[in-house]
């Protein structure tokens, strides 16, 4: 499978312990995002790398969101403390430009966590 | 008021009959459009870019108004297959900004 793939699929923790999501996007892709989706919403950005350089950080990712991208080939999310409200789909994806500048972004399953 | 607004779901309609997903977005400089759809309690997947001269993918035709920053999605011929909650998603710079999505029940 060639896909973009996340690990954990599913978390359940309680409310102040420390979680770490890792995703492996597709292997050519430079581009790799991180996003949050709860139930009736759509995605929301988190963040994105191209490379191992994280490029930008949305304001809904709190000093106790952190992503790295070491060698810019898979990513890891942690967030420590956590809080009910990080219940949600975390959803990484990964793309390059195409020519003509089109980039098309590809989604892995995502890891769905539950805090307690 | 939201950067990309759809119309609130769901949508039932009868399997066989044609529905039309509308979409605003509220940044002019977008660059990119997209339909992406997603299944219940799995990833979105891209259904279709959609392009200024409207384009179209055996029963799925995407149209875009840039002047009224307008995207629709129609669908024809809707099979039961097609029941899931369609995106609408717009590019500014390198994010995505998704809509909240329009829920779609086809029934046999």
């Known amino acids: 499978d060639t896909g973009v793939s996340q690990n954990p699929r599913h978390k359940i923790t309680k409310r102040g312990q420390n979680v770490t999501f890792r995703c492996d996007p597709i292997s050519e892709h430079n581009r790799l995002y991180w996003y949050r989706q709860t139930l009736g919403q759509g995605p929301e950005f988190l963040t994105y790398?191209?490379?191992?350089?994280?490029?930008?950080k949305s304001r809904l990712l709190s000093d106790r969101f952190s992503a790295e991208r070491p060698k810019g080939s898979f990513s890891t999310l942690e967030i420590q403390r956590t809080e009910q409200g990080d219940s949600a789909m975390y959803l990484c994806?990964?793309?390059?430009?195409?020519?003509?500048?089109?980039?098309?972004?590809?989604f892995g399953p995502g890891t769905r966590l539950l805090v307690l | 008021r939201k950067e990309v607004e759809q119309d609130p779901g769901p949508f039932n309609v009868p399997e066989g009959a044609t529905v039309a997903f509308n979409c605003t977005y509220s940044n002019s400089a977008s660059q990119s459009f997209f339909w992406y759809r997603q299944d219940c309690r799995k990833e979105p997947k891209l259904l279709m870019s959609v392009y200024s001269s409207g384009n179209e993918d055996g029963r799925f035709t995407a149209q875009l108004n840039r002047a009224s920053q307008y995207i629709s999605l129609l669908i024809r011929d809707s099979k039961l297959s097609d029941s899931a909650t369609y995106l609408c998603v717009v590019r500014s710079n390198y994010q995505l900004i998704w809509g909240a999505g329009t829920k779609l029940i086809i029934k046999p």
């Open positions: 790398f191209q490379n191992e350089a994280q490029l930008e």
């Open positions: 994806a990964s793309s390059s430009l195409a020519s003509g500048g089109r980039e098309t972004q590809y």
